[in-house]
């Protein structure tokens, strides 16, 4: 598997779980404003979107879109160690809490933070825009953990949880603390220190390059 990505963007969930799983994959950076992966190729060519994550399949095709590359990258993986099997309640709720994720985490509230080229109030009160609708959004997520040693979907890690870690270390842009949610703050704890995470933070901060 080929896995394009840019250090410390969404593409870190996919990295992340790709290590967890253990499968064999190569890591393509992607310069986001150039549009170039690091050996030189058109990456519109690879991902018309121009966006990551793009993974490109042993199968010849190309995903694209968190969601779908996560769950690709699961159901590739040993049964279970990233996700429940497919048609079962526990897969579902996996499902639906990525789409959550996707949509109300990253799309709606952080996303828009970091890629704003201008702000449409200024900036201090966007970011306090942005963090009152993160807000109700990590209630949400604090009321599924059942307890301080519990991962997102119930007892085991998942991929829910992978794509949790690069939108928790952004939630400080938005000078939100995660003391008000004392589980998701153990959760983030204990996902920071987990090997596979530890592994894919320092080989992206290595590549990382500010601004
Ligand atoms: N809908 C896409 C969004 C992915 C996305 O926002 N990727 C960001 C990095 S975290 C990106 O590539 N941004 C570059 C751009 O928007 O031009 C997905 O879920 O995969």
């Not at 996919?14 to 779980?17: A, E, F, K, L």
């Given at each position: 598997?080929?896995?394009y990505a840019n250090p410390l963007a969404c593409s870190l969930a996919?990295?992340?779980?790709l290590i967890e799983s253990g499968q064999a994959f190569d890591l393509h950076w992607v310069d986001l404003k150039a549009q170039r992966t690091a050996d030189g190729r058109d990456y519109r060519a690879i991902n018309p979107k121009g966006m990551v994550p793009a993974l490109s399949l042993d199968e010849g095709y190309?995903?694209?879109e968190n969601v779908a590359v996560l769950l690709a990258i699961a159901d590739r993986a040993a049964p279970g160690q990233l996700a429940p099997a497919a048609g079962t309640g526990a897969r579902d709720q996996v499902l639906e809490l990525?789409?959550?994720i996707a949509t109300e985490l990253h799309a709606r509230v952080l996303g828009?933070?970091?890629t704003a080229k201008s702000t449409p109030l200024p900036a201090e009160a966007y970011a306090a825009h942005l963090a009152e609708l993160l807000r109700p959004r990590l209630d949400y997520l604090e009321a599924q953990?059942?307890?301080e040693d519990s991962y997102l979907a119930g007892p085991r890690f998942t991929v829910a949880d992978a794509y949790l870690v690069p939108m928790l270390t952004?939630?400080?842009h938005l000078r939100v603390r995660l003391d008000?949610?004392?589980k998701l703050a153990a959760l983030y704890t204990r996902l920071q220190s987990r090997p596979s995470v530890q592994r894919a933070m320092k080989i992206e901060l290595q590549q990382y390059r500010p601004g």
């Open positions: 598997m080929q896995l996919s990295h992340i779980s190309t995903l694209t990525l789409s959550f828009p933070w970091l953990l059942e307890g952004w939630v400080r008000d949610w004392p």
